[in-house]
T-cell receptor
Framework: GAVVSQHPSWVICKSGTSVKIECRSL??????MFWYRQFPKQSLMLMATSNEGSKATYEQGVEKDKFLINHASLTLSTLTVTSAHPEDSSFYICSASGGIGSGNEQFFGPGTRLTVL | SQQGEEDPQALSIQEGENATMNCSYK?????LQWYRQNSGRGLVHLILIRSNEREKHSGRLRVTLDTSKKSSSLLITASRAADTASYFCATADTGTASKLTFGTGTRLQVTL
């Protein structure tokens, strides 16, 4: 199957700093990428959907100015958590889809664990 | 977005037994998918069943879908300790076929 990577796999930062997480599709072109967050022992919550070359669509309740998403190429999307606070500590997972031609299947990255001190 | 409900929330069985997990959802769907997640790891896609299908098999996995009841079940036969993980259903709505809504998950523990 298609491979999606995330970097870093974990990050610890101080409150007030910004953190960038990368999501890459390694062997296919991802027309759409999705960002999820997951709190311990809970399910995945979709944060936003991004299409290459256009602005991301955020889910209700997700602050677009806090969670900046850039999908500049067909193989890379980035999520920047700006001015991070301890409540932003979570597991962030991205997924990538090649679009309708690929059956709309999403391929998930391994996740990034963010801890904000 | 509204999440689906899964039950049970947690399930503990012995190796060799079968495990059944149920998922209910609220909207009309294009397809329903099941994923496995080992602790602190990413998701592994297990199986996809389309809205016009009623049952699907893949190895030791059997998935059923009842669109009239808006429910699905995942059966894992002859469970192994390596099946210990969290299992999530996810629905793709008819309006936005690529967007997934995840259920609350079932934590499965298989003991020797």
């Amino acid at each position: 199957g298609a491979v999606v990577s995330q970097h870093p796999s974990w990050v610890i930062c101080k409150s007030g700093t910004s953190v960038k997480i990368e999501c890459r599709s390694l062997d296919f072109q991802a027309t759409t990428m999705f960002w999820y967050r997951q709190f311990p022992k809970q399910s995945l919550m979709l944060m936003a959907t991004s299409n290459e070359g256009s602005k991301a669509t955020y889910e209700q309740g997700v602050e677009k100015d806090k969670f900046l998403i850039n999908h500049a190429s067909l193989t890379l999307s980035t999520l920047t958590v700006t001015s991070a606070h301890p409540e932003d500590s979570s597991f962030y997972i991205c997924s990538a889809s090649g679009g309708i031609g690929s059956g709309n299947e999403q391929f998930f990255g391994p996740g990034t664990r963010l801890t904000v001190l | 977005s509204q999440q689906g409900e899964e039950d049970p929330q947690a399930l503990s069985i012995q190796e060799g037994e079968n495990a059944t997990m149920n998922c209910s959802y609220k909207t009309s769907i294009n397809n329903l998918q099941w994923y496995r997640q080992n602790s602190g790891r990413g998701l592994v896609h297990l199986i996809l069943i389309r809205s016009n299908e009623r049952e699907k098999h893949s190895g030791r996995l059997r998935v059923t879908l009842d669109t009239s009841k808006k429910s699905s079940s995942l059966l894992i036969t002859a469970s192994r300790a390596a099946d210990t993980a969290s299992y999530f259903c996810a629905t793709a709505d008819t309006g936005t076929a690529s967007k997934l809504t995840f259920g609350t998950g079932t934590r499965l523990q298989v003991t020797l």
